[in-house]
């Protein structure tokens, strides 16, 4: 289900970038390529490997307890997740808005909105694939795993994974010379933003959570830049 977000992602920064030589990538995108690249795997086509190969196994593993691969699920799939980034926008929203009495999604925008539409679309799309397969599946999850050990009592493991998870989420779009300028608003946002995210991985997969922050992102380019 999260392959055409890797696809439309890829596909179209490699139609953008044609006879420029480079082009703007998701934060998340550069750590995980990174990351396998201390492996010895580089590159989009190795990260496509480890995708598909991902995508089979876990395939296989489904057909094998008989479950059922009905294509009609997928597009509900994406209504769903439509339905979730409007729902965790007005409940997120309206929290900061009660909170700090302003709306903290211009604020998200104060530093990207000087690029294009179209660049800040397929960023959007990158977003939502890579930043939940960083932040909530390698993160949240590494976290969860660990504690679970450590913990005398494993049903605090991902509580505390989450919320950290959350912190850390929230606090790297501070970090670095394109991060954006520190705001409560804005921080407490993203913080109960990734919290939402985390409880929505937990729940319904890491497909929806990613195709939900994917569609969240468009709305507000769209919305305030389209």
Avoid: C
């Avoid at 580089?42 to 059922?68: C, D, H, K, S, T």
């Avoid at 795993?145 to 950290?164: D, F, K, S």
């Avoid at 501070?174 to 913080?191: C, E, H, K, N, V």
């Amino acid at each position: 289900m999260a392959l055409p977000l890797f696809l439309l992602y890829e596909g179209l920064l490699l139609l953008t970038s044609v006879g420029r030589g480079m082009h703007v990538r998701v934060g998340a995108d550069v750590w995980i390529k990174q990351l396998l690249g201390a492996f010895g795997v580089y590159g989009m086509q190795a990260l496509a490997v480890l995708v598909l190969v991902a995508g089979i196994a876990v395939f296989w593993y489904e057909r094998r307890r008989n479950v059922p691969l009905r294509v009609r699920y997928f597009g509900w799939m994406i209504v769903e997740s439509a339905g979730y980034a409007v729902v965790l926008a007005l409940l997120v929203g309206g929290v900061v808005g009660f909170i700090f009495g302003l709306q903290a999604t211009p604020l998200l925008m104060a530093q990207v909105s000087e690029l294009p539409l179209p660049t800040l679309l397929i960023l959007s799309i990158g977003a939502g694939l890579y930043e939940e397969l960083f932040f909530r599946v390698l993160l949240v999850g590494g976290l969860y795993l660990g504690l679970r050990r450590l913990l005398q009592q494993p049903r605090w493991a991902y509580p505390i994974a989450a919320v950290v998870g959350a912190l850390i989420f929230s606090a790297v779009h501070y970090i670095g010379p394109l991060g954006d300028p520190f705001a409560p608003a804005s921080f407490t946002f993203r913080f109960l933003f990734g919290l939402a995210l985390n409880a929505l991985f937990l729940w319904r997969g890491f497909a929806i959570a990613a195709w939900t922050h994917a569609l969240y992102d468009v709305f507000v380019v769209t919305s305030l830049l389209g």
